[in-house]
């Protein structure tokens, strides 16, 4: 299988940035998302994919720079 020439060339923020883009965005998220009247289930839905996005680059950081 060939490998990203992306993938393996980029190295990722360092944790403690993407924890402070996790928390601006979900703060961002929170304050704004009511103006586009979503659904309950799409407002909670959404969070919680954004959520898991950033658990997961922080993983991916993590595992890069040590935790």
Known sequence: SATSPIASTRTP?????????HETYLKLYD????????????????RRDIETTFRWL??????????
């Open 31 to 46: 304050r704004s998302i009511d103006r586009q009247k979503p659904t309950p289930a799409f407002k909670t839905g959404r």
């Open 13 to 21: 923020p360092r944790p403690a940035t993407i924890r402070h883009w």
């Open 58 to 67: 922080e993983g991916l950081a993590e595992s890069h720079w040590g935790a």
